[in-house]
């Protein structure tokens, strides 16, 4: 089955400085890579996502790029905010019938410091 | 935006006692989900629901779960025998369209077994 490996665990960076994380995706079938932001106490919220047939997204301050080839995608966040401190997860699901369950990557800690 | 509530945030049982977790999902939603969340670990997708039938289940999905809708709001996960293996958040989440789309997440409910 579809394993998803991301690094690192743990991120610290400056307020204003870029962020970013790698996701490495196993099943070359897969075809849908969305990222979410987990704040404490609360459930995963989707703050973007790709699909195979797109190379690049971006929205204001985040970014995603996919590598099909390579089979990893990676989330960029540019000038850092405190407010951006979180856990992130990457998935990555495939289409199957009427759904494709969503396999998640470990996460990734942010620490943005003012 | 609309959410998706659970109830309780948090659920302490003795090995061995059965545990309902309760899940209101949006209203207008069709697909269903419940994941969870070992401490420190991966969010693992455990079951997807759709048109009142499982349509996917995971390897941690066996014989001791089960998911119910018994009305047209509440979304259910029922644990038979909670084991001790079995302490982690668990999530509901729901989409319109299936897991190739947003999925709104419930903030959870920290279940421990004791």
């Known amino acids: 089955g579809e394993n998803v490996e991301q690094h690192p665990s743990t991120l610290s960076v400056q307020e204003g400085d870029s962020a970013v994380i790698k996701c490495t995706y196993s099943?070359?079938?897969?075809?849908?890579f969305p990222w979410y932001k987990q704040e404490l106490g609360k459930g995963p919220q989707l703050i973007i996502d790709?699909?195979?047939?797109?190379g690049e997204k971006k929205d204001q301050r985040i970014a995603v790029t996919l590598n099909k080839t390579a089979k990893h995608f990676s989330l960029h966040i540019t000038e850092t905010q405190p407010e951006d401190s979180a856990v992130y997860f990457c998935?990555?699901?495939?289409?199957?019938?009427?759904?494709?369950?969503?396999?998640f990557g470990k996460g990734t800690k942010l620490s943005v410091k003012p | 935006e609309p959410e998706v509530t659970q109830t309780p945030s948090h659920q302490v049982t003795q090995m061995g006692q059965e545990v309902i977790l309760r899940c209101v999902p949006i209203s207008n939603h069709l697909y269903f989900y419940w994941y969870r969340q070992i401490l420190g670990q991966k969010v693992e997708f455990l079951v997807s629901f759709y048109n009142n039938e499982i349509s996917e289940k995971s390897e941690i999905f066996d014989d001791q779960f089960s998911v119910e809708r018994p009305d047209g709001s509440n979304f259910t996960l029922k644990i038979r025998s909670t084991k001790l293996e079995d302490s982690a958040m668990y999530f509901c989440?729901?989409?319109?369209?299936?897991?190739?789309?947003?999925?709104?997440f419930g903030s959870g409910t920290q279940l421990s077994v004791l």
């Open positions: 790709i699909r195979s047939n797109v």
């Open positions: 989440a729901s989409s319109r369209q299936g897991a190739q789309e947003k999925l709104f």
């Open positions: 998935a990555a699901s495939k289409y199957g019938g009427s759904q494709g369950n969503l396999i």
């Open positions: 099943d070359s079938a897969s075809n849908y």
